[in-house]
């Protein structure tokens, strides 16, 4: 059973991730007071109906503590320390506590595996990989037919990230395209959701190549089978580059400034993560709130031959030099 954001149930429970769901709305639970008291109800509710005798707290939040303690599991799993020092009224609900990061990893994806570590349970398979479903696939390869792109001959391209400083410039996206369609001859699709058109717009307006864009029309079941499809992945620090990289086996050329590639780079396939030179000389200071790296603007900073560099490094199987290099 996972308790998922609403927009993800349905992609959870068709690929096999869990038998159940009890799906919450993100959106209210940063609402005002009155919404989030009203979701935070209706959640704990649906949960309690279960009576659980096992939970985790992957979120590790304020608010995941305080399910954890309505939920009352009687083995409740919780990270020693938490990510954010608990506030002085706060109490850790957990009774089997977390290392921050278990198995000897020091990758975001073992906190995600400490809790198995603090349960004694083997570590048989670190990088997950999630099968495209057969109709989604159909749909990919479909829409590939429909724009005239070739399998293994495109390159998937998403521009979008979760705070614009994480966003490099749709006008360097569009040179490395042409550069990269200059020197391979390779296709281009621009992916994304749909609050990311603007800057799919802008890259097709910028680039001399051909681009397709299809930003805001696939569903996330669709996405991964195009992923899947794709020779190489590019695109910044973002949801979409670790669904290509540890679900679909997509080769990454991942975009990051501030957060550090070892920490929350691509896993389980050959990746390169270019990342502007460090200390970074703010560019952006009415934006960057460092030194927080979800809300730092570096990767503005990156330069488009670094990331030229790193796509025709990955395509040419020279992926240790370009790393050594960057």
Partial sequence: MFLYEA?????????????????FRRVRMRG???????????TVRALRRF???????LADSKTSRIIVRLVNAKTRVGYDPPEKPLR???????NVLAKPFGFGGQHYLYRYLSPLEALGVELRAPVPMIEPLPLETARALALLDRHHLRRNAFIAVHAGASFRGRQWQPERF???????????????LLVGGPDERASAERIVAKAASP?????????????????????????????????AAAAAGTPVVGL????????????GVASVTPRPSMPCECIARDLCRRPDPSKACCV??????????AVLAILSHKVKDVEHAL
Avoid: C
């Avoid at 002085?88 to 957990?94: K, M």
């Avoid at 590639?261 to 896993?267: F, L, R, Y």
């Avoid at 503005?300 to 990331?307: D, G, Y």
């Fill in 7 to 23: 927009n993800f149930a349905s992609f959870v429970l068709a690929h096999g991730i869990a038998s159940d769901v009890v799906a």
């Fill in 32 to 42: 005002t007071p009155v919404q989030r008291g009203r979701e935070l109800y209706a």
């Fill in 51 to 57: 009576r659980f005798d096992l939970t985790i707290d």
């Fill in 88 to 94: 002085w009224l706060e109490r850790q609900p957990a």
């Fill in 174 to 188: 569009a040179m490395a395209i042409d550069e990269i369609s200059r020197q391979t001859g390779l296709d281009f």
């Fill in 211 to 243: 681009v397709v864009n299809v930003v805001g029309a696939l569903s996330l079941a669709t996405l991964l089978a195009v992923l899947g499809q794709a020779r190489l992945f590019l695109g910044n620090e973002s949801g979409p580059m670790h669904m």
């Fill in 256 to 267: 990051f400034g501030l957060t550090d590639p070892a920490v929350w780079g691509p896993v």
């Fill in 300 to 309: 503005w900073r990156l330069e488009v031959k670094a990331v030229v560099d």
